[in-house]
């Protein structure tokens, strides 16, 4: 005997029609079951396995992602004060050596002895 | 010149490199000179060698600016001169066309032309700290050479303002300017400017002593320095006689050990061709253009087959 429970107060939204949007959507008989909350105790008890088992993988790729971020984060304060350091240098550099930063010229040379 | 020879032109200037020769003969006398030079330079001041000619006043001006170790611009100064001469100008133009195709659908294009600055040596030597040797600056106008005053005193450079953005060029701190030139009375030459020559050192320059002319004879030659100094006997005394129209100077010792030396002649008055070579260069120092110019010729021969005959003995 299967159990008849109210669903709407689990999942109202599921509960409403889906917005077509693309193929995916449309409604077929094998969609209406798996996107379903199933009816049966033993299928809710697996259905919320596999969610749970969803959540733990999305919170260690969520931890990850805070790693990450605190590294790049770090990196850049780094590089930010590398940048500060080479302003400041260049700032206090005298303005003739200014100058020659931009001319590393070269040229040719013709020999004399006198 | 080709467009792209222009530019290579403008992008690779060619400065000299000087370097003693292993024979050169620097006294006492010379390096005290040179010593002095040095320190004015040092201090920032220009300075000026000036003297009759064959008194070596351009090689002691390379003499000096090998010392300061920088690359040399040399000049010579010209009755043509103009400040553009000296400074640069506008030469052809730079064409710049960009055609953007990196998105296939969309085609970017973009033609320019622009006059291009062309740098002449002294701009160059303002820019990059060279050492310029003006040699015979006063042979150019007076008016030419004025872009000199800003540069000595105020350190820089004005260039003509057509459009350009660098009109004001800060003369770098190692540029150094090293003038040489005849005494006024020479032909040929303009009187400098008093506000120039105020701004420079001026070392007046004589003929070397017998000992130092001896010296260079002998190392430009390879006479002995017996043979050198009886020729520099020659020369000096007839400088001292006064009797010519051009003086004789260093050089025409310079010219008669060297024919000595390629023709293998010793310095004796009974080597007819040694004496031959003497009064081949030195006779044409006489003017042979007034009437009585057959009687001076057979005079200055007479005393100068004197000299020969009393000095190479």
Request: aromatic share 8%; net charge neutral; hydrophobic share 35%.
């Amino acid at each position: 005997m299967s159990e008849e429970i109210d669903m709407s107060a689990i999942d109202g939204q599921e509960s409403e029609k889906m917005k077509v949007k693309g193929m995916h959507d449309i409604a077929t008989g094998q969609n209406m079951i798996n996107r379903s909350i199933r009816a049966t105790r033993a299928q809710r008890l697996g259905q919320l396995a596999r969610v749970e088992h969803e959540k733990s993988r999305l919170e260690r790729e969520l931890d990850k992602w805070k790693a990450n971020k605190k590294q790049s984060e770090e990196r850049l304060r780094v590089v930010q004060r590398r940048i500060g350091l080479l302003k400041q240098s260049l700032h206090d550099d005298p303005p003739e050596k200014r100058e020659q930063g931009h001319r590393q010229r070269t040229w040719r040379e013709v020999r004399l002895e006198y | 010149m080709s467009a792209v020879a222009r530019i290579a032109m403008e992008e690779e200037p060619t400065v000299l490199h000087v370097r003693r020769r292993a024979d050169f003969v620097e006294t006492q006398a010379v390096k005290d000179m040179t010593e002095g030079a040095l320190s004015y330079l040092a201090a920032g001041f220009p300075v000026h060698f000036r003297g009759p000619a064959g008194t070596g006043k351009t090689t002691l001006a390379l003499h000096v600016a090998n010392q300061l170790g920088q690359p040399v611009m040399f000049i010579v100064g010209d009755e043509e001169f103009a400040t553009s001469d000296l400074i640069g100008g506008q030469h052809g133009y730079r064409y710049r066309k960009v055609i953007d195709r990196f998105i296939h659908s969309v085609l970017k294009y973009e033609e320019d032309a622009v006059q291009r600055w062309v740098d002449q040596r002294l701009t160059t030597a303002c820019r990059e700290g060279f050492t310029l040797i003006y040699d015979e600056f006063t042979r150019s106008r007076a008016e030419a050479n004025n872009i000199f005053l800003a540069i000595l005193e105020e350190q820089l450079l004005v260039l003509p303002s057509m459009g350009r953005n660098d009109g004001y060029i800060k003369v770098h701190p190692d540029f150094r300017a090293i003038f040489t030139s005849n005494p006024r009375e020479y032909a040929g030459v303009h009187e400098a400017q008093d506000a120039l020559s105020d701004r420079l050192v001026t070392f007046d320059l004589d003929y070397y002593d017998r000992e130092t002319e001896t010296a260079i004879i002998a190392a430009r030659s390879g006479l002995s320095l017996e043979d050198a100094g009886r020729i520099v006997n020659v020369v000096r005394d007839f400088r001292a006689s006064g009797e010519y129209e051009q003086t004789p100077t260093l050089r025409a010792g310079i010219m008669i050990a060297k024919v000595a030396a390629f023709r293998g002649l010793r310095a004796r008055a009974d080597d007819a061709r040694f004496v031959q070579t003497c009064i081949d260069l030195l006779e044409s120092k006489g003017v042979f253009a007034s009437s009585r110019a057959e009687e001076r010729r057979a005079q200055q021969r007479k005393m100068l087959l004197d000299l020969v005959q009393h000095h190479c003995q």
